[in-house]
């Protein structure tokens, strides 16, 4: 059954329900807060996003998954970028009915997955089994209700027999444009910020629930987005949706916006360009993206209804029997999400000839600067691709005859791997080297020797990076094999060497404490302190980020949350002062080299601690793993579709 703008009345029993039924009483509690003068200005002033007015942009709603046909759902909602919800659209997928935790953990436990923290914009880094922003997916599942992490990564293709395209995609190019598929697993408790993606994309809900609160894309003056250029279609509102400070975004009031919550099983529609911010409930929450290309911006090619006639009967598709897929990830090594989509290019390619033939010339210039990122040599072999006839002109003709694979080639010419989330060196670009140099030596140059353990507390609890590139980066230091790295052994320029790799990309690094802004960035250098040079107070700031001053100043935070973020923060205090052991001297371990320096004082008891925290945590997962084992079901009950009482 459809239903035109159900999702405005649908709500009861929700936590967002009753942020909406707020907005409709909000002017009785302005009374009491503001005078009439500027009652306009203070509804909903620091509150959350929602309560400046009431929800007014429509989300239609199917019952059933086959109500639209491709053709339909092309034309009444992808040309139009309407948002559309399907209601038990994936209670057909198997990974509704199997992806229990313990068939998790069994059939894909060994793909690796990358991670994000849970909180959208926190700045602790996100820490998993291989490192900074990498986990397996089964220490993840196992470890999921404790975790401070999210899986925000590429679907590993191994899963994709579990997930299907929804029968309005299952001809055309909705079939065949797909450009990546993304898995988001947590438990529970996330949220992001407002922000808006460059692809269509179909988000269908596995296990627990999320509400989605969708804003048109018009409206990119009142959410404050500021693009780079026309074609920049994805990027951040800098409106704190948890806060919305009105004076400073007053804008933000006179935002029209929908609301819809996503049950497991059900499935949503984003078109590319629209804002919106996700929150998510349950204990464990997972969700697969379907991103398509742009076809409503392709100027002529839209959408080829020729596979979709009237003899055709919609269907679901299973992701593996869609070789077309463009970027694809195997579940290890490097991965391709966000990579440039061919729709994308094809649509700013003819914006400027207005469908006509384009020259390598006009190509070259193209506003949308496609090609002048690109060096030369690059720049040929993509016009080479392009120019399927070699005519000297790239036509619609050329381009629906180039092929799936030579469109990986073009993409990654034009837009080389720069994400480095999507690699294993993304721990290298998130620990600036100067920072990570000061906190060794001082460590070192104060306790004189550390052991492995002691080693990997400091660079773990004080530096904030991951055991697993820790225990490298000792092994390094200890070339001699003695169990133990002392200052002494630092003197032949050991520890630069070592830490090379955090100097891969310079500019990455530059990022993390310099402005932004041409005219801004000479004296943001000019200004900057080397870590070395700071004094303990100093480096203590810079490790954590924050004084007691911010936490004091911070309006987002209630008196309970601000207290306890206070408390929190004399504690890393009181840690990180222990690790660093004082201040010390670069220079302080020359006259002591052979002391046989006790290891159990300061960063032994902080050691203590963390092993203690640890083998709780430690603990807690054994305790999870023990009653899988008890109630893990046979093969044959998991493929029954039979859902076991221990479903996640």
């Not at 994309?201 to 629930?209: D, H, P, S, V, W």
């Amino acid at each position: 059954m459809y239903s035109p703008g159900m999702e405005l009345n649908r709500y009861t029993t929700s936590a967002v329900t009753l942020l909406v039924f707020s907005c409709l009483l909000i002017d009785l509690v302005c009374v009491s807060h503001a005078s009439d003068s500027d009652s306009d200005l203070l509804r909903g002033h620091l509150e959350p996003f929602g309560y400046q007015r009431a929800a007014d942009y429509p989300i239609d709603v199917y019952e059933d998954p086959f109500a639209l046909t491709p053709t339909q759902f092309y034309e009444q909602y992808v040309a139009t970028r309407r948002p559309l919800v399907f209601r038990g659209g994936a209670k057909h997928f198997n990974a509704f009915s199997q992806w229990t935790k313990e068939r998790l953990i069994k059939k894909y436990g060994q793909l690796e997955l990358r991670i994000e923290p849970r909180k959208d914009g926190s700045s602790k880094n996100p820490i998993g089994a291989l490192g900074m922003g990498r986990d397996y997916l089964g220490h993840f599942v196992k470890t999921i209700e404790v975790s401070d992490n999210y899986v925000v990564s590429e679907l590993p293709t191994p899963m994709y027999g579990d997930i299907e395209l929804l029968p309005c995609m299952s001809c055309g190019r909705l079939r065949n444009g797909v450009s990546e598929v993304n898995l988001w697993m947590s438990g529970g408790g996330t949220r992001s910020r407002l922000h808006r993606d460059a692809f269509n994309a179909i988000n269908c809900q596995i296990r627990g629930t999320k509400d989605w609160i969708m804003i048109p894309p018009n409206q990119s003056d009142n959410v404050y987005f500021k693009p780079g250029s026309e074609w920049e279609m994805g990027g951040l509102s800098p409106i704190n949706t948890d806060s919305v400070d009105l004076k400073k975004y007053p804008r933000a009031r006179d935002v029209p916006w929908g609301i819809t919550t996503l049950e497991q099983g059900d499935c949503i529609y984003i078109p590319g360009g629209h804002y919106h911010q996700v929150r998510s409930y349950g204990f464990t929450n997972i969700a697969v993206s379907v991103l398509f290309t742009r076809l409503e911006l392709d100027f002529g090619l839209g959408f080829d209804s020729s596979e979709c006639d009237d003899s055709f009967t919609p269907t679901y598709v299973p992701l593996d029997t869609i070789p077309e897929i463009l970027w694809q990830y195997p579940g290890r090594g490097m991965m391709t999400m966000g990579n440039m989509d061919s729709g994308m290019f094809v649509a700013a390619a003819f914006t400027a000839s207005k469908g006509k033939p384009i020259s390598k010339k006009d190509l070259m210039e193209n506003e949308a600067g496609l090609l002048t990122a690109a060096d030369q040599q690059s720049a040929e072999q993509v016009w080479r691709v392009l120019d399927t006839d070699a005519d000297g002109m790239m036509s619609y003709s050329d381009v629906k005859n180039i092929s799936r694979e030579s469109w990986r080639v073009v993409c990654r010419l034009l837009e080389p791997d720069t994400v480095y989330s999507n690699s294993y060196d993304y721990e290298y670009t998130q620990l600036d080297y100067d920072t990570v140099r000061a906190l060794l030596r001082h460590s070192l140059s104060n306790h004189k020797s550390m052991d492995r353990d002691a080693f990997l507390t400091v660079y773990t609890e004080l530096v904030g990076g991951s055991a697993y590139y820790g225990e490298r980066i000792f092994k390094q230091l200890d070339k001699e094999e003695k169990g133990a790295v002392t200052f002494a052994s630092l003197k032949d320029g050991r520890l630069e060497d070592v830490l090379q790799p955090f100097l891969m990309q310079e500019e990455e690094a530059a990022g993390n404490h310099y402005a932004d802004g041409d005219g801004e960035m000479d004296a943001a250098r000019e200004e900057y302190v080397r870590p070395e040079e700071m004094d303990p107070a100093e480096l203590v700031h810079r490790v954590i980020g924050v004084n007691e001053r911010d936490i004091e100043r911070d309006t987002t935070l209630s008196g309970q949350e601000r207290d306890a973020a206070l408390e929190t923060y004399h504690e890393r205090v009181e840690n990180i002062n222990s690790l660093l052991g004082g201040r010390g001297d670069t220079e302080a371990g020359d006259d002591d080299d052979d002391d046989d320096t006790d290891e159990t004082g300061r960063v032994g008891d902080v050691y203590r601690r963390h092993l203690e925290r640890i083998e709780r945590e430690n603990a807690e997962v054994d305790d999870m793993a023990t009653e899988l084992e008890e109630v893990t079901p046979s093969d044959d009950d998991s493929e029954s579709g039979v859902r076991p009482d221990n479903e996640l």
